[in-house]
Every structure is written in structure tokens, then in C-alpha cells.
């Protein structure tokens, strides 16, 4: 397919992927990471640091100044592992959990919008597609990192 490339772009910019901001929640602005971070501390339960930059596959100096300002935001709380305190777990605040779920909520609108133009038999196409190609991705030695050249 040739213009598989221009197909993801479009669709990059119909997300809101470039974007500076994704979400703006309570007058808080979010980015896409922040975003993901926030999803990945509620999906799993008090992950580690190490464990949701590992899912995200940010290294975890980056991973950390994101996290400092999701807590300076009060939106996430850091606590020292009880029993080995090199290790940090992530939970939501009220507030983050509140942010969390705005979020969660306006994408869920924005995507169900999306596939009330298609047939159901065209969004599980398109879902059980969507599904094979992460896994595709996951399995290729260029996923994830960056261009060169």
C-alpha cells in the first residue's frame, strides 16, 4: 500500500497526537504523555516507576521528570516501597483519578462518535486489524525506536 504512511499521519493528526496539549481537564493541562502515564497508574495496580516506563518504553530519566510533574500537579503520589526503598509505587490522587477518568471519558466519546459511521461489521474489522498490526509492530526488530539515516 503506498500511502499507508500519509494514512497514519492523517490519523496521527485526527488524535491530536502532535498537539502540545491533549487534554485540558479542571483547567489542567495534560500532555499525551502525561496522558498515557496517568492511564497506564490507573490500569495497573501501585505499578512501580520502572514498571509503567517499561510499558510506556521511555527510559526512566525522562519517565521520572514526567512524573514529578504529574505530583507537582497533584495528580500522582510517589511512595517508597516498604520493604525496599530503591523502589517507588505510582497511585492517583482524587484528583488524578478524576483527571483519569475525564480523559478516559473523552476519548471513549470521541472514538464511539467515530465508529457510529461505521457498520459494526466495519468497526470489528477495523479493531480486529488495529490488534494484529500492534501485534506485527511488537514483533519487528525497527519497532519503537528511533529513525536514523
Same mark, same amino acid.
Given at each position: 500500500m503506498d500511502n499507508a504512511r500519509e494514512l497514519f499521519?492523517?490519523?496521527t493528526r485526527r488524535f491530536?497526537?502532535?498537539?502540545k496539549n491533549c487534554c485540558s481537564v479542571g483547567g489542567c493541562d495534560i500532555t499525551l504523555v502525561q496522558s498515557h502515564?496517568?492511564?497506564?497508574i490507573d490500569r495497573q495496580h501501585k505499578p512501580s516507576m520502572q514498571q509503567i516506563s517499561d510499558t510506556l518504553g521511555t527510559d526512566i530519566t525522562t519517565f521520572s521528570r514526567q512524573v514529578q510533574s504529574l505530583i507537582k500537579l497533584k495528580l500522582v503520589k510517589k511512595t517508597a516501597?516498604?520493604?525496599?526503598?530503591? !523502589?517507588h509505587t505510582?497511585?492517583? %490522587?482524587?484528583?488524578?483519578? /478524576? !483527571?483519569?477518568?475525564?480523559?478516559? %471519558?473523552?476519548?471513549?466519546? /470521541?472514538?464511539?462518535?467515530a465508529f457510529s459511521k461505521m457498520?459494526?461489521?466495519e468497526k470489528e474489522t477495523l479493531l480486529?486489524?488495529?490488534m494484529l498490526f500492534n501485534e506485527a509492530m511488537g514483533k519487528s526488530s525497527k519497532c519503537c525506536s528511533p529513525v536514523t539515516g
Amino acid at each position: 500500500m503506498d500511502n499507508a504512511r500519509e494514512l497514519f499521519q492523517i490519523m496521527t493528526r485526527r488524535f491530536g497526537l502532535l498537539n502540545k496539549n491533549c487534554c485540558s481537564v479542571g483547567g489542567c493541562d495534560i500532555t499525551l504523555v502525561q496522558s498515557h502515564i496517568l492511564y497506564e497508574i490507573d490500569r495497573q495496580h501501585k505499578p512501580s516507576m520502572q514498571q509503567i516506563s517499561d510499558t510506556l518504553g521511555t527510559d526512566i530519566t525522562t519517565f521520572s521528570r514526567q512524573v514529578q510533574s504529574l505530583i507537582k500537579l497533584k495528580l500522582v503520589k510517589k511512595t517508597a516501597d516498604p520493604t525496599d526503598r530503591r !523502589v517507588h509505587t505510582l497511585s492517583l %490522587t482524587a484528583e488524578g483519578k /478524576y !483527571v483519569a477518568t475525564t480523559i478516559d %471519558t473523552q476519548m471513549n466519546e /470521541y472514538l464511539n462518535d467515530a465508529f457510529s459511521k461505521m457498520t459494526e461489521f466495519e468497526k470489528e474489522t477495523l479493531l480486529r486489524s488495529v490488534m494484529l498490526f500492534n501485534e506485527a509492530m511488537g514483533k519487528s526488530s525497527k519497532c519503537c525506536s528511533p529513525v536514523t539515516g
